[in-house]
């Protein structure tokens, strides 16, 4: 596709299940990003991506959060056991890489019940 | 440690009138610096994006920032806004040859007829 593509763009979990959201970066781009925004608030990075590998994890906010990217390609955030202060919109972005300007998804929006 | 300041958490302007968000930063290196508008519901869109070379840099939709380094800013400025511009807005910085972006908490921007 033309832009970044997040899946799904709403999902509703209860506490304590694993949840999974998926990015589809813009072809070609070699640098995937995940951020977490809580209602009403700004960017929380989490994480980034420089084709497969994670250089920076230190945004990770516990154990339970892990991520992973295939084939310089898709990527996944996986959250375990969840909670309800997991309640957000997790948002994908991507670039062509080191100092280029982030192209964002729409986001997933998690509500934890 | 590297920040980004946005100091303003909301706004309110007129239609028509014109508009500044500030921005400053907190970084010991040259920095790259982009402005992002976020609309509800969506991902973040790029504004505009300053690297190097002239301070003022024009963005879509009728804005520009303007770099001052001895004042470590980088506001947003339009000259004349529309109903249509109400949307939050963050700044993000970078430090030259590194991947992570720092985004501000971000500017609520209210029009009002």
């Known amino acids: 596709g033309a832009g970044v593509s997040q899946s799904p763009s709403n999902k509703v979990t209860e506490k304590g299940k694993d949840v999974e959201l998926r990015c589809d970066p813009i072809?070609?781009?070699?640098?995937l990003y995940w951020y977490r925004q809580r209602l009403g608030q700004g960017l929380e990075f989490l994480i980034y991506?420089?084709?497969?590998?994670?250089?920076?994890k230190s945004g990770l906010p516990s154990d339970r959060f892990s991520a992973e990217r295939t084939g310089e390609s898709v990527s996944t955030l996986t959250i375990q056991r969840t909670q309800q202060e997991d309640s957000a919109v997790y948002l994908c972005?991507?670039?062509?890489?080191?100092?280029?300007?982030?192209?964002f998804g729409d986001g997933t929006r998690l509500s934890i019940l | 440690a590297q920040s980004v300041t946005q100091p303003d958490i909301h706004i309110t302007v007129s239609e028509g009138a014109s508009l500044e968000l500030r921005c400053n930063y907190s970084y010991g290196a040259t920095p790259y610096l982009f402005w992002y508008v976020q609309s509800p519901g969506q991902g973040l869109q790029l504004l505009l994006k300053?690297?190097?070379?002239?301070?003022l840099v024009q963005g879509i939709k009728g804005f520009e920032a303007e770099f001052k380094r001895s004042q470590s800013s980088f506001n947003l400025r339009k000259p004349s806004v529309h109903w249509s511009d109400a949307a939050e807005y963050f700044c993000?910085?970078?430090?030259?040859?590194?991947?992570?972006?720092?985004f501000g908490t971000g500017t609520k921007l209210q029009v009002i007829p």
């Open positions: 072809s070609g781009h070699t640098a």
């Open positions: 972005a991507s670039s062509l890489g080191v100092e280029q300007p982030q192209h």
């Open positions: 300053y690297f190097s070379g002239d301070t």
């Open positions: 993000a910085v970078g430090v030259r040859g590194y991947q992570k972006v720092t």
């Open positions: 991506f420089q084709g497969n590998s994670a250089p920076d």
